[in-house]
């Protein structure tokens, strides 16, 4: 177990390491002036001493390999570098983003897999019936719904036309709330894009755990519980269900690292101010060093995403341990 346990964190450390270089390089090989992904159109009313400090400020007159040295010490440290658009460290940006993605992603993955499971677990255990039939068309619908259509028929009805949420932010912008009414703003404006999120993210979840459901139900073991007369409720909750779960392990670990990246739609969409948004202002601000560092939290998180469920796979899975 120690063996595999070190082959794997091994072998995501390589993954991490060579995801670092690409990201480091990425920007270094685009064809152009280095200064205007940096200071955008206004290069041109810089003077040769402003573009040689600027140059300087990032490491670009260090040689290539100095560079990268530089670049491996900085991120090992939490230095990404300072933002040209916004006038501030990199990580004081990020580290005012990304708890409202961990709020969103990390709701949205709970509810959905909750949901999933239930739904997914009900479809089978009543399979070939109306209910299946329903569940599935239902899901279907959802998972061939754009992200971006879903949240703006959500602003529009209940937004714009009830007026029940706001549409945008994570909290109202004037007269600043304490206590008990500023946790409610933030769920009041956690609402439609939470309802986004899970509603795009269910389906995936649903037919995993159906499927799975599916193959459990034709074991051995569930035969004999129901030749032993067991209830129903126990059959489908204590055998059914339960060994079914194991494979929604695997999708929760893998789900917790691509969340990040499928949030930046709905933020964009709802203004959310989240690492997604923080993308969205870096690509229409031509701020790529902050573009660059939310390339490497998600790759990273994907990757974390995907060796925490290498690891915990075989605890939840006797025949994956031997």
Same mark, same amino acid.
């Given at each position: ?7 794997? $964190? ?17 920007? +270094? ?11 955008? &159109?206004?290069?041109?009313?810089? /003077?040769? &001493? ?32 300072? /933002?040209?658009?916004?006038?501030? =460290? ?16 990390? /709701?949205? %993955? ?35 719904? =754009? ?15 009830? +007026?029940?949420? =706001?549409?945008?932010?994570?909290? +109202? ?25 899970? %509603?795009?993210? $269910?389906? /995936? ?16 073991? $569930? ?7 067991? +209830? &129903? ?12 779960? %194991?494979?929604?392990?695997? $999708? ?14 709905? &933020? ?31 790759? *990273?998180?994907? *990757? ?9 796979? =075989?605890?939840?899975?006797?025949? *994956?341990?031997?």
């Amino acid at each position: 177990m120690t063996k595999f346990l070190a082959q794997k $964190i091994a072998q995501y450390a390589l993954v991490i390491f060579i995801t670092v270089t690409i990201n480091f390089f990425l920007p +270094r090989l685009m064809p152009g002036n280095p200064l205007i992904y940096l200071a955008g &159109e206004d290069v041109a009313f810089l /003077s040769a &001493e402003e573009k040689a400090s600027l140059l300087a400020d990032y490491g670009l007159d260090k040689p290539l390999g100095q560079q990268y040295i530089i670049y491996l010490k900085n991120i090992t440290t939490g230095n990404f570098g300072y /933002s040209y658009q916004k006038k501030k =460290p990199i990580a004081d940006i990020i580290k005012e983003r990304l708890p409202w993605t961990l709020l969103l992603t990390g /709701s949205a %993955l709970i509810l959905s897999s909750l949901l999933g499971v239930v739904f997914g677990a009900a479809a089978a255990w009543r399979r070939g019936t109306k209910t299946d039939a329903a569940l599935l068309i239902q899901f279907m619908f959802f998972n061939s719904m =754009p992200s971006f259509w879903v949240g703006m028929i959500l602003v529009a009805v209940f937004g714009a036309t009830l +007026r029940w949420f =706001p549409i945008y932010g994570a909290q +109202r912008a004037w007269m600043p709330l304490s206590g008990w009414a500023y946790y409610k703003d933030i769920l009041r404006h956690l609402v439609l894009p939470l309802t986004t999120m899970v %509603l795009i993210s $269910i389906p /995936s979840t649903f037919m995993i755990m159906r499927y799975s459901m599916l193959n459990v139900l034709g074991e051995d073991y $569930i035969l004999m519980a129901k030749a032993k007369g067991l +209830r &129903e409720n126990t059959i489908k909750y204590r055998y059914a269900v339960r060994n079914a779960l %194991l494979p929604m392990v695997t $999708i929760f670990m893998l789900q917790l690292g691509y969340m990040f990246s499928g949030a930046t739609v709905i &933020e964009t969409v709802f203004a959310y101010p989240g690492l997604g948004r923080l993308m969205f202002e870096a690509v229409t601000g031509r701020d790529y060093p902050v573009l660059q560092a939310s390339f490497l939290i998600i790759t *990273v998180a994907v *990757v974390l995403g995907n060796l925490l469920a290498d690891l915990l796979y =075989p605890l939840v899975d006797p025949k *994956v341990r031997r």
